[in-house]
């Protein structure tokens, strides 16, 4: 069962009343917004000199703040009976530990997805990992879940084809997270759907997920994206 909404987070999935694990990549924070614009102007200026346009396309929608991310972990809180897997830039670690801590969740050190897709532009040191912040109900049965990877590095020569929304992460990190954190059956939602890989990946991994997306043109090009046939259970190379 696959369910994506078209709309704001919190007016399309106000009446879900239970999930078993919120697995979400919701905008980062300003300064890497406006880093990514002025990367993509610059990207496309060295392109035009050199003969060819760029392929970057630069992030349109609005950032998150500290504010933004305590209303999500507020809303979700007494919604969520299982993991917390939000994934965020470096500047808004802190805001989520905060909000973790404040629902009464056990949160853990950010765990870095390592990309390792190397800048051409800049002025110092490109980082190559996203943070995914993990939080877990203070239980008996989730302190025994057992341990889990520190880290997920995309293998090398890995591929993926174009992706449908700006920022999208790659259905290898996605099913990798969707079995190191939920079980068979299972509901995942994700408020910040995009093109859909979320719930591709629990398609893909046979557990059930909810999904909304704000933007009509990237809803209807991921809502297709699940239409499709997928490959069953495999195993994370």
């Not at 973790?100 to 997805?113: D, H, I, M, N």
């Not at 293998?155 to 992706?163: D, F, L, S």
Request: net charge neutral; proline share 6%; aromatic share 10%.
């Amino acid at each position: 069962m696959e369910d994506l909404r078209l709309g704001n987070w919190s007016e399309a999935l106000a009446d879900v009343e239970s999930i078993d694990c919120l697995m979400t990549d919701p905008p980062y924070g300003d300064r890497v917004h406006k880093g990514d614009a002025a990367a993509a102007v610059q990207q496309k200026n060295v392109q035009e000199i050199r003969g060819y346009s760029t392929v970057r396309r630069p992030v349109e929608y609005s950032s998150f703040d500290a504010e933004k991310v305590a209303k999500l972990v507020e809303f979700w809180q007494g919604r969520n009976r299982g993991w917390w897997i939000c994934m965020t830039s470096h500047d808004l670690i802190p805001a989520w530990e905060r909000a973790y801590k404040k629902a009464g969740l056990y949160s853990f050190a950010p765990v870095p997805f390592i990309r390792k897709v190397p800048r051409l532009l800049g002025d110092g040191p490109a980082s190559w990992a996203d943070y995914i912040m993990v939080a877990r109900p203070r239980t008996i049965e989730f302190s025994r879940w057992g341990c889990l990877p520190g880290a997920y590095v995309l293998p090398e020569g890995y591929y993926e084809n174009a992706k449908i929304a700006v920022g999208g992460k790659p259905i290898w990190l996605m099913r990798c997270l969707v079995r190191d954190y939920t079980k068979p059956g299972d509901v995942i939602c994700d408020p910040f759907a995009g093109g859909g890989t979320t719930l591709v990946a629990a398609k893909m991994e046979d557990r059930k997920a909810i999904g909304a997306e704000i933007d009509e043109e990237t809803h209807k090009k991921a809502f297709a994206r699940l239409r499709r046939p997928v490959t069953g259970n495999l195993f994370c190379e």
